[in-house]
């Protein structure tokens, strides 16, 4: 993210503690060169600046923002940078969505929470509609954790892919708490996906647990579940959440697709 964006977010995950009762210290509290260096080093193949706005006329700006960075990795000889976009419901969306795509934009972030808007709203059915034709993944936090927000939950994006069912939608934390709801849309539409951000952590498992009766669902759906770590802003290292994953006892397969496989496909590695 931007540092003046980034800096707003450390310090709410600062100040979120003192008010739940459950502390947030961010494990990679760090420069950007620094988050990219420990990306590298830890191997990480590519990731995404998953950037979104919480008010109108913001979400062109971080667009610029996005490209820009994607850009200035290239010129420094690393293609390991995603080149994403955002979007909010406001007039010029259609338009500074597909200026995005011109440039280079290979994924876009949503966050139905931050944002607190209506996925349904009619100003986006043509940029939903953009993105499924050109199977854009749009990774989308539409789920209610960490707290329910007023248009989160299953139905809300559920009612967008009744519209799109060719949306290449990645459900972020697994749709943490409503996980279940979640794994019956990717069942129901073959392009959904759900990314592991912090889901299976002890941090999340001590108040969204995953439901044990669930794990034959993340078998079946082996191809549509990808790495999501929420990086830099866990709070434990990064390495915890592949730990998470591994002891799940899903097997190899199931690891290399989720850590590599299905993340590669998805972003034309």
């Known amino acids: 993210m931007p540092t003046s964006v980034m800096d707003k977010v450390w310090a709410y995950f600062d100040a979120v503690g003192p008010v739940t009762g459950v502390a947030w210290p961010v494990a ?7 988050r990219l260096a420990r990306l ?12 979104y706005p919480h008010k ?15 850009r200035a990795a290239r010129a ?35 966050h139905l929470q931050v944002g607190a808007f209506d996925p349904r709203e009619p100003l986006l059915d043509d940029v939903w509609g953009r993105l499924a034709e050109q199977a854009v993944p749009v990774v989308v936090h539409c789920g ?18 009744s519209r799109h069912p060719q949306l290449v939608a990645v459900v972020a934390h697994m749709g943490m708490p409503e996980y279940g709801e979640f794994l019956e849309l990717a069942r129901r539409y073959p392009r959904v996906h759900l990314d592991t951000t912090m889901a299976f952590t002890d941090f999340s498992e001590r108040h969204s647990p995953f439901p044990r009766p669930l794990l034959p669902a993340l078998r079946e759906l082996q191809d549509r579940i990808v790495l999501g770590t929420d990086f830099p802003n866990t709070p434990y290292p990064y390495a915890h959440q592949l730990e998470a994953l591994a002891r799940l006892g899903l097997g190899d397969d199931w690891l290399r697709a989720v850590l590599h496989d299905n993340g590669a496909r998805l972003l034309r590695l």
Request: negative net charge.
């Open 76 to 110: 420094a000889g690393h293609d390991d940078v995603v080149h994403t976009a955002t979007l909010f419901p406001e007039d010029g969306v259609a338009d500074y969505v597909a200026r995005a795509l011109d440039d280079g934009a290979r994924l876009v972030k949503v």
């Open 56 to 70: 109108p006329g913001m979400a062109e700006w971080l667009n610029t923002w996005a490209t820009d960075f994607a």
């Open 144 to 161: 209610s954790g960490p707290e329910p927000g007023t248009f989160t939950g299953p139905v809300p994006m559920g009612e967008v892919l």
């Open 28 to 34: 990679y509290r760090e420069q950007e060169e620094q």
């Open 40 to 51: 590298r080093a830890m191997g990480v193949r590519a990731f995404p600046s998953l950037v």
